[in-house]
């Protein structure tokens, strides 16, 4: 049985634990060129743990231009993230009557839909007080969820294979269904040939 968002959020901070990566956004820079229909965006983040990111990527538009650079600047690292594409973006303003007259309670809700190798979508909300701040915060949940979902499938490798070498098959049974429920984020073929490759060689 596959695992909602939440819930296998949920499984890969129970397994990573402050192996879990986590990226706040401090600020970027855009620029567009209408003529072209191109945006180029640098974005500054930084994970829980205080190390600075800095991301660049071209694209139709903010966020077609951070998820490209997402995925290009963290794919050498995590190569699942070759297997998802960018499906859709919407954003809304989620403006009431009593905070019409008062601008800085108004809020933004982005949406964001990323497809994965076998064509399934997972979509990613955001709500903050402006809409790039929203598109742009939803478009790095999705990165953070990919590349966490791939670490949870190496370190359940891991955990499963030490367990096999203790004969505890009880365990190898556990932690194989986990990785079932980790495999249906999206393909990590390419992650499979690096871990018998690193296998192979001790």
Known sequence: ???????????????????YLQLDVVGYSLEEKFDEQK???????????????????????????????????????????????FSQFSIRGLISTEVARESSKAEAEATVGIVNSEGKEFVFLAKEPSVSRAGIQATVSAAEYFVNSERTYVKLHEILEHYRNEGRTDLVEKYTDLMSQVVQNTSYSEVVEQIQTKMNGK
């Open 1 to 19: 049985m596959a695992l909602d968002q939440d819930k296998m959020r949920g499984l890969m901070k129970e397994i990573l634990q402050e192996e």
């Open 39 to 85: 945006s180029r965006i640098s974005c500054q983040m930084k994970n829980v743990d205080g190390s600075p990111l800095e991301v660049t990527g071209e694209g139709v538009g903010t966020i077609d231009a951070l998820f490209a650079g997402l995925r290009s600047h963290l794919a050498a690292d995590y190569p699942s993230l070759k297997s998802i594409a």
